[in-house]
């Protein structure tokens, strides 16, 4: 990530409380050794229906909620620590 002073973006709410490391991001993606590659599984669970298309109905899939800010609710990040 490169250093930055100002981030202009638009702000997603992410209209959730308790959201856990789990839901961020699955254990089930995180047997890489590298930092990098995450973002494709970020809220994977959320993001995707069972045969794998995107889910209309998850607010970071809508038209219009591209923005680099997340707004999440209470207790955001609970759960086992992630550290990679």
């Known amino acids: 990530m490169e250093k930055f002073n100002t981030l202009n973006s638009q702000a997603v709410l ?3 409380e308790d959201v856990d490391t789990d839901q961020i991001i699955p254990a089930r993606f995180l047997k890489s050794v590298s ?10 669970d959320w993001r995707y229906l069972e045969d794998g298309s ?30 990679h």
């Open 14 to 16: 992410l209209p959730f």
């Open 35 to 44: 930092r990098e590659g995450f973002g494709e599984n970020l809220f994977r």
């Open 54 to 83: 995107p889910n209309p109905e998850f607010v970071l899939n809508q038209e219009g909620n591209k923005g680099e800010i997340l707004v999440a609710g209470r207790n955001f990040g609970c759960g086992s620590s992630r550290e």
